[in-house]
């Protein structure tokens, strides 16, 4: 596949339990970033990747969120004890690297709903 | 810090008439990229067109363009001709560095 995959795609989830959230960047995409999307809202910032390394975390809204790159490839966005609030789209977006005029590439995002 | 300021929740067109999506921004910094990106209901988010702030000639993609005057930090986007294909989420956003921020959205509605 040529773009970025997230799956699932949707995912419903009883509040108190974990979540993981999955991206599959474009192949030799060095960056690697992390939005949060809610209803009427535009995209927040959570986290991006170079590399395997988090420069900024800063946008990560608690410490109940978590998120880990392997390989320079696959991230993994980690939410535990998930609560209401907690619901929206979950975007991943890759680049060839961070700055350098790098337009990003979106997934089509994570549903996450939390019941 | 930069912010991106997208003034229009929501706004609506007939098919064939052109619309101007505006946009503010605010930075110190002189150097930047600017883009505009299209969510449309598959949620899959687009590139539509990108500007670098260098470059004062406005940039221009098919049927869409944009009106950039950085003494004003603006960067609109204007859609000739629009379809029912541009029906969308419309988001502004600013890049420095590492940093990608993005305005809260206009949506667009294309009417047949």
């Known amino acids: 596949g040529a773009g970025v995959s997230q799956s699932p795609s949707n995912k419903v989830t009883e509040k108190g339990k974990d979540v993981e959230l999955r991206c599959d960047p474009i192949s030799g995409h060095t960056a690697l970033y992390w939005y949060r999307q809610s209803l009427g809202q535009g995209l927040e910032f959570l986290i991006y990747?170079?590399?395997?390394?988090?420069?900024?975390k800063s946008g990560l809204p608690s410490d109940r969120f978590s998120a880990e790159r392997t390989g320079g490839s696959v991230s993994t966005l980690t939410i535990q004890r998930t609560q209401q609030e907690d619901s929206a789209v979950y975007l991943c977006?890759?680049?060839?690297?961070?700055?350098?005029?790098?337009?990003?590439?979106f997934g089509n995002g994570t549903r996450l709903t939390v019941t | 810090a930069q912010t991106v300021t997208q003034s229009q929740p929501e706004m609506s067109v007939q098919e064939a008439e052109t619309v101007t999506l505006s946009c503010t921004y605010d930075?110190?910094?002189?150097?930047?990229?600017l883009f505009w990106y299209k969510q449309p209901p598959s949620r899959q988010m687009i590139l539509v067109i990108r500007?670098?702030?260098?470059?004062?000639q406005n940039a221009t993609e098919n049927r869409f363009s944009v009106n950039f005057q950085k003494a004003a930090k603006s960067f609109s986007l204007k859609i000739s001709d629009s379809q029912l294909g541009d029906t969308a989420m419309y988001f502004c956003?600013?890049?420095?560095?590492?940093?990608?921020?993005f305005g809260k959205g206009t949506r667009l509605h294309i009417l047949p």
């Open positions: 500007q670098e702030a260098y470059k004062q």
């Open positions: 956003a600013f890049m420095n560095d590492d940093k990608i921020i």
């Open positions: 990747f170079q590399g395997n390394s988090a420069p900024d």
């Open positions: 930075t110190s910094e002189n150097n930047y990229y």
């Open positions: 977006a890759s680049s060839l690297a961070a700055g350098l005029n790098s337009p990003l590439h």
